[in-house]
C-alpha cells in the first residue's frame, strides 16, 4: 500500500512539472506600442488638466487567457488584449490607465498591439456632440508594434445658468426651486426633460452650473418630472401621475413659473449655453396663487355598480341606507342611480374611489413634464357627487376622471386579469380669468373595437402574422392604464377578424406589425399561417367605410363601425448609399423614409434602418408614393416626425418615387452630422 502511494505522487508531481511546462510554452512574446495623447478645450485648444483616460481593447480570441502585468502597473493584457484585472496597479472600472498633466498630455506604454478604444472622461467636461449629451469622449486607434500612436481629445466645459427667483412684488423668493429643463422627442412630441435642480437661497438667487452645451428651458417652482426631476409623469416614460396643486398654506405659495414669467411652457423661452458660459440675469418672477383659478363641476357615471367590483357590492350591501325612490343609498362605494346615471358619493365625504387629473393641452410647443395636476376627488357635496380642484393656472386643459370598474384595463395587465382595472370619463376645460364651474364628467365603460385583415382584398392565413395594437394620440397617453391598452394584442382569427376590447375613450391610431410566416413547432409540424412577402404595406384603414388611417380613431362612450385593415403585397422599395464627409461611406447612418406631407401624421408611413459598413442601405415594404431620404449620424429619438425640427433639414434628403410592383429605386443621400 506504501509503494502504491508513493508511485501516485510521483506522478502527481510529474502531471504539475508537464502542465507548468506546456502553459510556459503557450505564452507568446506580445507585441506592444505606445499610446501619446492631448485633451484640449473646445474652440482655444487649451489644455485640459486630470482628465482621466481609459483604455478598452476587442474581445481576445476564446484560447486560454495569458496575463501579462507590464513594468508600468497601467496595462494588463489577456490573449494580447488589453483589459482591467485585480493586479497590483491594473486599471479597473473605476481607475484610468492614466490621467493628464499640467500641459493636457498622458502617455500609455506597453499597449498590446492591434484596435484600442481610448476615452477620456473628466468631471464638468462633456464631447462635442449637440444632440446626445456625452460626459466622456472615445477615439477609436490601432496601435503598431515598437510605434507610437497620437491621439487628440477635444472637450467643451460645462456652463452655467444663473439668477434670481421673485414674487411678483419683487420679493425675494427663497427655498424654491429652480430646474434647467432640455428638449427631447418621444413619440414626435417635444418634451421638457430635467437635467439639473437647484434651490434659491435667502437671496432668491440660484446658480445651475455642470450643463452641457446646448438650449435650456428654466422653470421656477414645483419640481417636475423627467429624469432627475422627481415626481410628474412624462409622456411615455412610465407615465407616473403629475403633482396634486400646491395647498395654499405652504411655504411659498407659488404657481410653477418659465423663463420669461410665464405659466406655459409653449410661451417659455430657451436660454443658449456655450460652453464655459455663465449665462447671468436669467431671473423669473413667479406667478402668485392669486391668479390662480378654480375648477368646479360634478364626476358621474354609468357603469353600475355590480360592475365596480367585488369589494364595492360587499360595502355597498352592508351599508344600504334607503334612500329616495329609485336610488341605492351607499355611503362607500359611494353611488346612488338616477335616471340611469349613477352619482359618484364619499363616505362621510372625506373621498371617494373616483380620482381627478388635469392634463395642459399641448399648443404645439414643449410639454411640461410636471404640467398636470392628478389629485383624489375632492367633494364638497358629497349627496351630488361635486368636486372642486383649486390653484389651477390659466390654459385649456384635458380633464379626465376614473372610477372602478371590472372590465376595463388595469395598470399592468388586460381586461379580465388587471387587479387595478378603471374606467375613465373626460372632457376639455379652458381656464381664463374667472373661476370654471359647471364642468360635468361622465365616466362609462370602454367600448370593443371589431375588424378584420384583407391581404390584397380578400381574407387570408396570412393574417394571423400580422399584429394590431392602438396607441393613445392624445395627452391620455401619459396615463398608465392608457398605456397597457397599447400594449393589448389581440389574437387574429383564420377569418382575419380580431376584437380589442374596452378601449377608453381617446384619440388613437392603429399600430400594424407585418410579420412573416411562424417557424415550424419542435415536432417539425408547421403552424398556420402564410408568408407575407417583404413588400407588404398595410394600404388602409377604415371605420365604417372611413378611412382613419392618417388622422386616426377618436373612440367615445358609443361603439364605433367595423374596422378594416387593408394590406397589400405590391409595395416597392428602396436601396441607397449613405455619403459621408469627403465622398467617403457614411456606416451606422440612421436612415429615415419620410413620407409626402399628406402622410406626416401616419407614423406607419415612416420607414428607418442603418447603413452597413460600405454605406449602403435597403428598405422593403414601402407603399407607392413621394419619399424623402434622411441620413443622421445621430438623431434625437422620433424628432424627424416634428413638423418644427424637420424645418432646418427639408433642403438635405434625397427626392425618391416607390411605384407598385417595381423593383428596387435608388438613391444617394449626404450625412447630417451632430449640429
Do not use: C
Not at 422599395?573 to 409626402?596: D, Y
Not at 422593403?620 to 424628432?639: K, L, M, Q
Amino acid at each position: 500500500m506504501k509503494k502504491l502511494t508513493l508511485i501516485a505522487i510521483a506522478a502527481l508531481i510529474a502531471g504539475q512539472i508537464s502542465l507548468k511546462t506546456a502553459t510556459r510554452g503557450a505564452q507568446a512574446p506580445v507585441q506592444t506600442g505606445a499610446i501619446r495623447g492631448k485633451v484640449v478645450r473646445e474652440g482655444t485648444r487649451e489644455p485640459i488638466s486630470e482628465v482621466q483616460i481609459f483604455l478598452n481593447g476587442p474581445s481576445g480570441p476564446s484560447a486560454a487567457p495569458v496575463v501579462t502585468p507590464f513594468a508600468t502597473g497601467g496595462v494588463v493584457v489577456v490573449n494580447g488584449v488589453a483589459v482591467a484585472a485585480t493586479v497590483p496597479g491594473a486599471p479597473t472600472a473605476n481607475k484610468p490607465a492614466a490621467v493628464t498633466d499640467s500641459g493636457g498630455t498622458f502617455e500609455i506604454r506597453d499597449v498590446p498591439a492591434g484596435k484600442q478604444v481610448v476615452t477620456a472622461s473628466r468631471e464638468g467636461y462633456f464631447g462635442t456632440s449637440r444632440v446626445a449629451v456625452q460626459p466622456s469622449v472615445q477615439e477609436n486607434t490601432t496601435v503598431t508594434a515598437g510605434k507610437t500612436t497620437e491621439v487628440t481629445f477635444v472637450l467643451v466645459p460645462a456652463g452655467i445658468i444663473a439668477g434670481r427667483v421673485t414674487s411678483i412684488n419683487g420679493e425675494n423668493a427663497s427655498d424654491v426651486a429652480v430646474q434647467a429643463l432640455r428638449l427631447s422627442y418621444q413619440d414626435a412630441n417635444p418634451i421638457l426633460q430635467s437635467v439639473g435642480t437647484r434651490v434659491t437661497d435667502d437671496r432668491g438667487e440660484y446658480r445651475l452650473f455642470k450643463l452641457p452645451p446646448g438650449q435650456y428651458y428654466v422653470v421656477a417652482g414645483q419640481v417636475g418630472g423627467g429624469p432627475g426631476g422627481g415626481r410628474g409623469g412624462v409622456r411615455g416614460t412610465g407615465g407616473a401621475p403629475p403633482p396634486p396643486p400646491p395647498p395654499i398654506d405652504s411655504p411659498n405659495p407659488s404657481v410653477r413659473t418659465f423663463y420669461p414669467d410665464t405659466t406655459e411652457a409653449s410661451q417659455a423661452i430657451a436660454v443658449p449655453v456655450r460652453g464655459g458660459d455663465e449665462n447671468g440675469g436669467i431671473n423669473i418672477r413667479v406667478q402668485p396663487l392669486s391668479g390662480t383659478r378654480k375648477i368646479s363641476g360634478q364626476v358621474t357615471t354609468t357603469i353600475p355598480l355590480a360592475d365596480m367590483g367585488p369589494s364595492a357590492r360587499q360595502r355597498a350591501s352592508q351599508d344600504a341606507a334607503g334612500g329616495a325612490p329609485g336610488q341605492v343609498g351607499v355611503r362607500n362605494p359611494p353611488a346612488d342611480v338616477v335616471g340611469g346615471v349613477v352619482q359618484i358619493l364619499a363616505e362621510g365625504g372625506r373621498g371617494s374611489n373616483s380620482q381627478i387629473t388635469l392634463y395642459p393641452r399641448s399648443k404645439g410647443g414643449p410639454q411640461d413634464p410636471a404640467g398636470g395636476v392628478s389629485t383624489p376627488l375632492i367633494l364638497v357635496e358629497p349627496q351630488n357627487g361635486r368636486f372642486e380642484l383649486p390653484n389651477i393656472p390659466r390654459g385649456t386643459y384635458d380633464l379626465f376622471a376614473s372610477v372602478p370598474d371590472v372590465k376595463g384595463y388595469g395598470p399592468a395587465s388586460p381586461p379580465g386579469l388587471a387587479a387595478s382595472p378603471l374606467a375613465y370619463g373626460r372632457t376639455v376645460v379652458e381656464v381664463g380669468d374667472r373661476d370654471v364651474d359647471g364642468v360635468r364628467v361622465i365616466v362609462h365603460s370602454g367600448v370593443d373595437l371589431k375588424g378584420r385583415i384583407l391581404v390584397d382584398g380578400a381574407p387570408s392565413s396570412a393574417a394571423s402574422n400580422v399584429k394590431v395594437s392602438m396607441q393613445v394620440d392624445d395627452s391620455a397617453s401619459r396615463i398608465v392604464n392608457y398605456q397597457q391598452i397599447g400594449r393589448f394584442q389581440p389574437a387574429i382569427d383564420a377569418d382575419g377578424s380580431f376584437m380589442i376590447p374596452a378601449v377608453s375613450e381617446a384619440l388613437y391610431r392603429f399600430q400594424v406589425t407585418l410579420g412573416a410566416a411562424p417557424a415550424a413547432s419542435q415536432s417539425g409540424v408547421a403552424l398556420p399561417g402564410s408568408a407575407l412577402n417583404a413588400n407588404a404595406y398595410v394600404a388602409d384603414i377604415t371605420e365604417g367605410g372611413t378611412s382613419v388611417y392618417d388622422n386616426g380613431i377618436s373612440v367615445g362612450d358609443r361603439p364605433l363601425g367595423s374596422i378594416e385593415i387593408f394590406i397589400r403585397t405590391d409595395g416597392g422599395g428602396i436601396e441607397g448609399f449613405v455619403r459621408g464627409a469627403n465622398q467617403m461611406p457614411a456606416g451606422g447612418a440612421t436612415v429615415v423614409v419620410v413620407p409626402s406631407q399628406s402622410h406626416r401624421s401616419n407614423p406607419m408611413f415612416y420607414k428607418t434602418t442603418t447603413s452597413d459598413p460600405m454605406g449602403r442601405f435597403s428598405v422593403r415594404g414601402v407603399a407607392p408614393g413621394e419619399y424623402r431620404i434622411f441620413a443622421w449620424s445621430n438623431p434625437p429619438g422620433t424628432a424627424y416626425r416634428n413638423a418644427d425640427f424637420m424645418k432646418k433639414y427639408e433642403g438635405r434628403g434625397a427626392t425618391v418615387n416607390v411605384v407598385a410592383g417595381a423593383r428596387l429605386s435608388s438613391t444617394t443621400v449626404d450625412l447630417i452630422v451632430d449640429e
